[in-house]
């Protein structure tokens, strides 16, 4: 599962995104800084409002210009995808990168049967005949684990079940062989069995196109089945990046390990669940300066955060942001103080 | 006595053609449920979507007709028609839904919403209304402050827990809580799940805990059914459904769960791979003809399977074999 990374495929250089309020800008995502390899799984983890699909929705240029500023530079293969011209942009989109959305229901067309959706990236990025599409048509679906690719093309997709709509979605997506493949919460909307076999199908289609896949989801088992990287975010920032098993084994940002906690675990059923003090931030209230996160860790001395958190790299690879982490503990690990 | 007791329930859906391009002349949505609650005990409700999970939590609640079978909540039968008996019902069976928005009337203060069931079933005065009012929204952690908002000046977490509040109003037996965490982050999902807890201590409140999280589920529940295609395949006590999974519906549905160990996913997911190549190669044999599971059968005090009329058998003189 551990893919070998490859060249470095994506630079995100302090991106920042801001969204128009009454007449205001206010950042979602600030200061985001990320590189992403070849043939490796990225995690995007964080809860809602922490600005991780804004991020994805940033490096596809999705937003609108009047409403939102988008700063920074995106660096795919050697081009500033923030520098690029709508139409320019729209060669990258479906072609070099792909999008899996997390409602498959909303992102296909209701009137239009499978295979012409399918058929309709191939139609707009490459010079396939109608017999070569529907080969490639046949092909995907067989990818995306259909067993009656036939059939299934000539459906509509009120006709398909969840997991079926989600599978067609990644064979649109991955219809012009994406570098890259951004996939927003791809299973939330499915059961566990199905997400599964959604999950294998990802995994399967990087093990054969040797994509690099970003995945944006908040549910931390997902995480940990698939990525081999995993970057949290809280309210616009990345406030810890490693890989998997650095975050999952030995978490250090009080954030990461405030989440690992307040999950139901086995044995945990008698006690009570650990609860984050506090809320996340609004848009319009988010802290100018100083750790976002020092609110709801009200016991931590001020004097241990800094005063403009950075990246710290702890080891090879595993960052984390400000500096807190170093004295934080959870209120019951240090005696009878209460949260 | 149990508190509740749903007896050989069955809510069927006519319908005229076929969704999956089969024709059929009913959807058996719910086809022979039987399950009972203790008081001050929780029942996890566990399956996919379709499983008719939430069907079964309507046909209790009354917003469902159930095609057969019936209902008791203390021994008294609630599928009956009568009308005072009904109202009685409502009152002592109350229900936490999954989106917390549409849930709550949108154009009411929460001090109406959490007055209406007070003002349904009891007769206070104002002030009296106001006290009780503040008394439960203290109990789910919310201030005063809160009492002439509207629901969308609230975050999903607590809306979800001024939906738990009006839940409470009435002082009902059983609490139907239907996904009430789904749709929630998991901090807030913590601090959600918690306050059911505290509340079931402190009022002996039973759950109805309906969810497909089997994390959630484990947490929160010491009795779990796990519900496929409208018949409960396998049941028994949160030690029997984890660690002693017979069905392979149940076996299948555990491995799915995604798990934080990340040293050992790999084996996990061969693991899981195992499990559903069985399922898909021994699943009929799981499964009568119609692709409905086979009756329950008691393979401990408190466990009992859908087995198959074969290995039921080998099971129940292994069983004996025990005893002996």
């Not at chain 1, 490796?40 to 939102?68: F, Q, R, Y």
């Not at chain 1, 403009?308 to 960052?319: C, I, R, S, T």
């Not at chain 2, 006590?237 to 149940?250: A, C, K, L, M, S």
Request: glycine share 6%; proline share 5%.
């Amino acid at each position: 599962m551990n893919n070998q990374p490859g060249d470095k495929l994506l630079e995100i250089q302090d991106v920042s995104t801001a969204f128009n309020i009454d007449g205001k800008y206010y950042d979602a995502v600030s200061d985001v800084s990320l590189d992403l390899y070849k043939n490796e799984t990225l995690a995007i983890v964080g809860e809602s409002g922490c600005g991780k699909s804004t991020l994805a929705t940033s490096i596809m240029g999705l937003h609108d210009p009047n409403e939102t500023k988008v700063s920074g530079k995106i660096n795919f293969e050697g081009t500033d995808l923030l520098s690029l011209t709508d139409d320019e942009m729209n060669k990258y989109r479906g072609q070099k990168i792909g999008m899996i959305f997390q409602d498959p229901l909303s992102a296909l067309n209701p009137l239009k049967r499978v295979e012409d959706q399918i058929q309709e990236v191939m139609v707009y990025h490459t010079k396939m005949d109608e017999k070569q599409r529907h080969a490639r048509v046949m092909e995907l679906l067989n990818q995306v684990g259909i067993e009656k690719p036939e059939r299934i093309a000539h459906e509509f997709p009120h006709e398909l079940s969840g997991g079926m709509r989600q599978r067609i979605i990644i064979a649109i997506a991955i219809a012009c062989k994406p570098d890259l493949l951004i996939a927003d919460e791809p299973t939330t909307a499915l059961d566990v069995t199905i997400q599964a076999q959604i999950l294998d199908v990802l995994k399967d289609i990087q093990n054969e196109n040797h994509e690099a896949i970003i995945l944006i989801t908040h549910d931390l088992g997902v995480v940990a089945e698939t990525a081999d990287r995993v970057a949290v975010m809280y309210a616009g920032q990345i406030v810890e990046l490693g890989s998997a098993l650095k975050v999952f084994h030995n978490p250090k940002h009080p954030y990461t390990r405030s989440l690992l906690r307040s999950m139901p675990q086995r044995n945990s059923e008698n006690d009570d669940l650990y609860v984050i003090n506090g809320t996340v931030p609004s848009l319009q209230k988010m802290p100018t300066h100083g750790d976002r996160f020092a609110p709801r860790i009200p016991w931590v001395p001020a004097s241990a955060h800094e005063e403009n958190p950075v990246m710290h790299e702890l080891e090879p690879g595993h960052f984390v942001r400000c500096t807190c982490y170093k004295v934080f503990d959870f209120p019951a690990e240090k005696e009878g103080a209460k949260a | 006595m149990s508190l509740l007791e749903v007896k050989d329930l069955e809510v069927h859906f006519p319908i005229r053609g076929g969704f999956f391009n089969r024709v059929k002349d009913n959807v058996l949505a719910v086809d022979g449920v039987n399950f009972s609650i203790e008081q001050g005990e929780t029942l996890g409700l566990v399956g996919e979507s379709g499983s008719g999970k939430s069907t079964t939590a309507k046909a209790i609640i009354g917003l469902e007709k159930p095609t057969a079978g019936s209902v008791f909540l203390e021994g008294k039968k609630l599928t009956k028609k009568s009308r005072r008996n009904k109202a009685e019902m409502v009152r002592a069976i109350q229900m936490i839904f999954q989106d917390s928005l549409s849930s709550l009337n949108p154009r009411k203060r929460i001090e109406d919403i959490i007055a209406e069931p007070l003002r349904n079933f009891e007769k206070l005065n104002k002030d009296q209304e106001k006290i009780r009012v503040l008394q439960l929204l203290d109990i789910v952690g919310l201030g005063p402050d809160a009492l002439y908002k509207y629901p969308r000046r609230f975050s999903g977490g607590q809306r979800q827990r001024i939906g738990v509040a009006r839940a409470v109003a009435t002082n009902p037996k059983l609490i139907i809580a239907d996904e009430p965490v789904s749709a929630l982050d998991l901090s807030v999902q913590a601090q959600v799940l918690n306050f059911m807890k505290k509340i079931q201590r402190e009022f002996d409140i039973s759950y109805l805990f309906i969810s497909h999280d089997l994390g959630v589920v484990r947490h929160m529940a010491n009795k779990i059914a796990i519900l496929h295609r409208g018949r409960i395949v396998e049941s028994g006590t949160r030690d029997d459904i984890f660690n002693h999974p017979q069905h392979i519906y149940t076996r299948r549905l555990l491995a799915a769960i995604p798990q934080i160990d990340v040293e050992n996913r790999d084996k996990h997911k061969a693991e899981r791979l195992k499990i559903e190549h069985e399922y898909q190669t021994e699943q009929s044999k799981y499964y009568d003809q119609n692709g409905m599971a086979f009756p329950l059968v008691q393979v401990s005090d408190t466990h009992f399977v859908a087995l198959p009329p074969e290995l039921a058998h080998q099971d129940s003189n292994n069983e004996g074999a025990v005893k002996n």
